[in-house]
Structures are given as structure tokens and as C-alpha cells.
Nanobody, 127 residues
Framework: QVQLVESGGGSVQAGDSLRLACAAS????????LGWFRQGLGNDREFVAG????????RYRDSVKGRFFISRDDAKNTVYLQMNSLKPDDTAVYYC????????????????????WGMGTQVTVSS
């Protein structure tokens, strides 16, 4: 089982940037598709970004396209979410997730496709 620990959250002003990191232990990251989700107060958990096992393909929710970028470093067993031009609507708890995948598996975008989750890190953006 993968243990995931997020870091890098915080309170920032609109327009600022943050980089979230999620470090894994317990297994090799290289066999997993990885993703970031978020959950605002009173809202369902929603897909933010995902990356395939190989790192060759990524997907983003429309509202973050061009502002957020997901990347992975399998040597460090870490996945990152670079968040630029942050908006108050980005305020949420951000979770990383991992799901076993093969080399042809596309980006996972649904919560049910991921088997392992971190505890989350709070991101608060004020106007």
C-alpha cells in the first residue's frame, strides 16, 4: 500500500503561486498513475490534474488549465502541482492520489480510479 504525504499548502493572496508536493513511501511510484484532487468547504471532491504512469500525458480540469501544472519525479517518489495565478475559488484542501496503472492506461480523472490517498493540505487564497 502506498502512503502519501502532501506538503506545500498555505495562505496566499490572489495572483500568487504555490507548489504542492506529495511524497510516497511503501512502493515504487513508477507503476502508478497520479493525480491531485481538491475539496472546498461544502463541496464534493473534484479532479484537478492527473498524470500517466510514464508522465507522457496530463489532464486538467478546465478552470485550472494554463495555471496549474502537474509533474512527477519517480526517482524521488514525488508528484508536484505547480499552481500559478491563484484565485479565491482555488481555496480548498488538496489531496494527492495514486492508482496502479499499466503503460497504456490514460490519465485517471475519477476518484474511484485511485486506491491510495493522502491526508490533504489546505490552500487558502484571499482576494
Amino acid at each position: 500500500q502506498v502512503q502519501l504525504v502532501e506538503s506545500g499548502g498555505g495562505s496566499v493572496q490572489a495572483g500568487d503561486s504555490l507548489r504542492l508536493a506529495c511524497a510516497a513511501s511503501g512502493v515504487s511510484f513508477s507503476r502508478y498513475g497520479l493525480g491531485w484532487f481538491r475539496q472546498g468547504l461544502g463541496n464534493d471532491r473534484e479532479f484537478v490534474a492527473g498524470i500517466t504512469r510514464s508522465g507522457s500525458s496530463t489532464r486538467y480540469r478546465d478552470s485550472v488549465k494554463g495555471r496549474f501544472f502537474i509533474s512527477r519525479d519517480d526517482a524521488k517518489n514525488t508528484v508536484y502541482l505547480q499552481m500559478n495565478s491563484l484565485k479565491p475559488d482555488d481555496t480548498a484542501v488538496y489531496y494527492c492520489a495514486a492508482g496502479q496503472a499499466n503503460v497504456l492506461t490514460p490519465v485517471y480523472t475519477n476518484t474511484g480510479q485511485y486506491t491510495d490517498w493522502g491526508m490533504g493540505t489546505q490552500v487558502t487564497v484571499s482576494s
